[in-house]
């Protein structure tokens, strides 16, 4: 059974940061790529940032670029999200994703396996 499991989310004022994290289970994920997603209220998913697994390559959206790293823990199957400088317009849920490619794809459509998402709400 695959499983994502989001944590780390939370209120923070404007400047501030946070670390999610995504525990993966149930897949070769040395065969996926691992992204994260943010949905804010009332606007669609968007993509944030995406990991090939086996190489460690990454890529970005432009609104992150800078200030949010993606990284991974083999040992632990674990995702990663550094998310410094915040602001505001980071605010929303924040999902993780996996889809079983060879490239990294900012459609979420593409996207295979789920999880729950994490609040994360940037305010003073």
């Known amino acids: 059974q695959v499983q994502l499991v989001e944590s780390g989310g939370g209120l923070v004022q404007p400047g501030g940061y946070l670390r999610l994290s995504c525990a993966a289970s149930?897949?070769?994920?040395?065969?996926?790529?691992m992204s994260w997603f943010r949905q804010a209220p009332g606007k669609e998913r968007e993509y944030v940032a995406g990991?090939?697994?086996?190489?460690?390559?990454?890529a970005y959206a432009d609104s992150v670029k800078g200030r949010f790293i993606i990284s991974r823990d083999n040992a632990k199957n674990t995702v990663y999200l550094q998310m410094d400088s915040l602001t505001p317009e980071d605010s929303g849920v924040y999902y993780c994703?996996?889809?079983?490619?060879?490239?990294?794809?900012?459609?979420?459509?593409?996207?295979?396996?789920w999880g729950q998402g994490t609040q994360v709400t940037v305010s003073s």
């Open positions: 994703a996996a889809d079983r490619a060879t490239v990294i794809l900012i459609d979420a459509r593409w996207y295979d396996y």
């Open positions: 149930g897949l070769p994920f040395s065969s996926y790529v």
């Open positions: 990991m090939k697994w086996s190489s460690g390559s990454a």
